[in-house]
């Protein structure tokens, strides 16, 4: 049977809110789809943000230099890690897909969402130095962030206040959802439905819905392979900066002093 | 009397990090420049980092659909909002300056400190609609991210596997600091200090040491001045387009599709 699992990591306050109703409507056409569904309901978890020597049981390595990331791979290792973060994993880990479904709280995702990724993805777990990027332990899994916003598109254009979108997504969608080899999709962006009409809100509820029917079957973002970099400056082998800019265009992070290619961090295949 | 006050906002689990070692030596130095400074040691005071109803004292306005920013507006408006945030709103307005020192958690700030941008920057006292980025309400206080990395340098260049700093930093930089209006300076960024020798830890403490001593007379980063967007769509004015790009240079996000211009999040008049 190829039953797909999906993981929504969902992170607002109000069950009345957009947000909600977007979760609401992943559920809904995933499972009619014959997707497995679970749903990590952040707040109503009471999920713990904050990267602690409490996220390990037992003693740690080093008190006197508490050390997060290399405390936290000993203790996962040792299957030390707390109760939370161990079961956030195991959802992690049988996904095939895993929607990001959040409020956009200054630029980026709120805390306690931050701490979702701060918490969950452990070093050894989702990343080591050697399996990283287009080498990395998610490669098979997609991921998706799905957004509202406070501001209106045209601000967060290349031209606009806010900066491209393009640039504000790159440390999240590179930084995080790649960095551990996820293949991205294209974010969900609902912008200001705080400030549409009803009936602009149920549009942008109905766009989303159509886009659920067909989504496991989307391409990924393009981000430049790891073996386009050289193993140990991780900088583009010299050879390849021609290439990566003629072939593919350069990305928003990756922009070897180009101008940045329009939605590359938005659309897939530009 | 001019003496300055600064606030060092301190995010780090550990007394024994370099990341204490770098708040200590600006404590230090400020000190010894007769500025009075106040820490926010955010792990030491168990920081709540999740924005929830808690936050405000008494009923909330519309518990069927929770807006944090207009719930928590309304609070502060009133005196309702939590004791905690109430003092770190204090200390904020009090600062000439202010220090974020942090390590870098997947491309931005812990959400211990996340936390503290969502929970203190409260609509209506840090922002509104008309008082933002260069009519922000911070714009007579200074605010500099001072931050260690994993990563070497390299990764983080425009031909780097990690993209454009520049990239990684405004949304943090614009999205939080100058949107609130903060004159920022630029960032004081560690090189993975956990990969050098002593003798290379010790010299990035004492170039922090030196720059530490005339850093109130900083010029900040540019960022391009509100009145050259259009007040509605906040998009720069046509006839503005090409005067950025020739007299100041576009900026990371708003970069009207020009190269970035490098460093223009590192450095000051570039």
Known sequence: LAEKKVLIVYAHQSAGSFSAAAKEAAVEVLKSKDCSVEVSDLYAMKFKATATAEDITGEVKNPEHFRYAEETKLAWDEGRLSADITEEQRKLQEADL???????????????????????????FAYT?????????????????????????????????????????????????????????????????????????????????????????????????????????????????????????????THCGKPLPPNNQMKAGV
Not at 231 to 251: A, I, M, R, Y
Request: overall charge neutral; aromatic content about 16%.
């Open 129 to 253: 130095k050697e399996k990283r990027y287009s080498n990395g332990i998610f490669k098979k899994t997609k991921a998706l962030l799905s957004f509202t916003t406070g501001s209106q598109e045209t601000m967060f254009s290349p031209t606009g206040i806010n900066g491209d979108m393009n640039v504000t997504l790159w440390p999240l969608q590179n930084g995080i959802l790649h960095y551990c080899g996820f293949q991205v999709l294209a974010p969900q962006i609902f912008w200001a439905p705080a400030d549409a009409a009803p009936e602009g809100r149920s549009a942008m509820l109905a766009a989303w819905n159509t886009r659920l029917q067909g989504l496991l079957d989307e391409k990924p973002l393009f981000f430049t392979p790891m073996d386009y970099f050289d193993c140990e400056s991780f900088q583009l082998k010299p050879e390849n900066v021609e290439k990566c800019v003629k072939e593919f265009g350069p990305t928003a992070g």
């Open 98 to 124: 895993v929607i990001y479904q959040f409020p956009l709280y200054w630029f980026t995702v709120p805390a306690i969402l931050k701490g979702w990724f701060d918490r969950v993805l452990t070093l050894g």
